[in-house]
């Protein structure tokens, strides 16, 4: 589609937002959103005709671009079948993006718990898993994001927490493996996967493995930082889980529906969780929708004893005939595998390429479509280009690098001092050409480096 520009149309729509519209996580007064006029595939539009590569994904739910006709279509015969219906009862759609689901999750994960997105996903996985054992302690990751609803912005491991944090949760932080930035003095994958799992471990055992419930890990982490986890990690963490009686939580809200060039990023490791939450890319957040997969033990606990939480919503026919359209567009499309093939014969290469010509550029890491690249002042010392949770004039080097970005045609992701490379799974090769964008952009950070 061609954007037609209107100015006028567009500065409308933007002094509408700015007089009702209470934008998350910003200073109201202090932020100016773009007003976008459209979408279709992996590109949008302002009211002034300027299209914008999509390399943020929407919030990295686009995995199959926008306005894919025949997801639209489902929801558009969904809704003139049956536009909603209360979740105690047994409908098509809601059956079906169940039974799609499932096939496709890893192991015995074959009860599904639909929620509305995937922050709510998280409060209830806890919920299931503190059921289940009897314990109220949760372990999570320093360097992750589980959502921003009470329990789950808690569990959360960045600063988004701290505003919330009430100290009251029963969350018990650990750091998890990140070799670049090693809290263990490792210089080797195999030495980061060992200390790693003993520092687990340990605080496993100074809290008292009796009042554990559940460890929680994005399978690969998301906005902290894309930091695949080194071999042989998410396979340790899952024999802890078993020694203790601890249950093994994978949030792939982020990382799931072929993100990471697989269905789901576990397949990557092959490991089974005995919990599993997911959104996003279930159904390219075309209507929200999440989920907990559950595994047979857990589900087992709720046979005869109802499980004591729900929603209005979960499994609302839209979003479930929207997942539905979804899930077959990217079977049939073979849009997991493109993710994929892109990632290891174009993304990763491109981007390591950049990496040689910017000494702005500490560390490139991803799989897939899921990429990130960590910027610094100098590699050596590998100071980040701007301190953590850097903002105002601290931030500037980031801010100069996005302002960049945008200029020539690519819409990024930038978080701390990283930008993630995170298109639409079905992006064509042709389409990755904001590579020349990015190019063009660490340019600006590398005047910021010694």
């Known amino acids: 589609m061609t954007p037609q520009p209107n100015p006028d149309a567009g500065a409308a729509v933007k002094a509408a937002d700015r007089a009702h519209v209470f934008h998350s996580w910003s200073a109201q007064d202090l932020i100016d959103p773009l007003a976008v006029a459209g979408a279709e595939g992996s590109y949008f539009w302002d009211y002034d005709g300027k299209r914008y590569l999509d390399f943020t994904s929407g919030l990295v739910y686009t995995n199959i671009g926008y306005q894919h006709p025949k997801v639209v279509a489902a929801i558009q015969e969904q809704a003139a079948t049956m536009t909603t219906f209360a979740p ?110 003993e520092h ?93 997969a559950i595994s047979q033990k857990i589900a087992e606990t709720f046979g005869k004893r109802p499980y004591p939480g729900g929603l209005t919503y979960s499994g ?58 960590d910027l610094v002042r100098n590699r050596e010392t590998r100071e980040p280009l701007v301190p953590y949770n850097a903002t105002g004039e601290a931030n500037a080097p980031m801010a100069a690098f996005a302002a960049a970005a945008k200029q020539h045609g690519v819409w990024p992701f930038v978080n701390m001092n990283r930008t993630h490379v995170v298109p639409p799974c079905n992006v064509t090769e042709a389409e990755l050409k904001g590579f020349a964008a990015l190019d063009a952009a660490l340019s600006v950070a590398d005047e910021y480096t010694a």
């Open 316 to 373: 609302h026919p839209l979003a479930c005939a929207a997942a539905v359209a979804t899930i077959n567009v990217m079977a049939e499309e073979g849009v997991v595998e493109n993710a994929k093939r892109l990632g290891e014969s174009v993304v990763g290469p491109a981007l390591a390429e950049l990496a040689e010509r910017h000494p702005s550029v500490g560390e490139v890491r991803g799989v897939g479509m899921f990429w990130a690249l």
């Open 200 to 292: 687990l471990e340990t605080t496993i055992a100074f809290e008292g493995p009796g009042t554990v419930a559940a460890i929680i890990l994005e399978t690969v982490p998301g906005t902290a930082g894309i930091m695949v986890p080194p071999p042989g990690y998410l396979a340790g963490v899952r024999e802890i889980c078993d020694k203790y009686g601890i249950v093994f939580v994978l949030d792939e809200v982020m990382a799931g529906f072929g993100r990471t060039g697989e269905w789901f990023a576990a397949d990557l490791f092959g490991v089974v969780p005995d919990l599993l939450t997911f959104a996003k890319g279930v159904n390219s957040g075309y209507v929200p929708l999440g989920g907990v």
């Open 88 to 197: 105690a009862f047994a409908i098509e759609a809601r059956s079906e993006a169940a039974r799609l689901i499932a096939e496709r999750t890893p192991g015995d994960l074959d009860k599904i718990f639909f929620t509305n997105g995937g922050a709510d996903a998280v409060e209830h996985a806890v919920r299931m898993a503190r059921l289940h054992t009897g314990r109220p302690k949760v372990l999570s990751a320093y360097r992750s994001y589980h959502g921003g609803t009470q329990q789950a912005v808690n569990i959360t491991g960045d600063p988004r927490r701290w505003a919330s944090d009430g100290a009251a949760a029963g969350v018990v932080r650990f750091w998890a493996p990140f070799l670049y930035r090693s809290r263990f003095y490792a210089e080797t994958e195999e030495q980061e996967t060992a200390r790693a799992l």
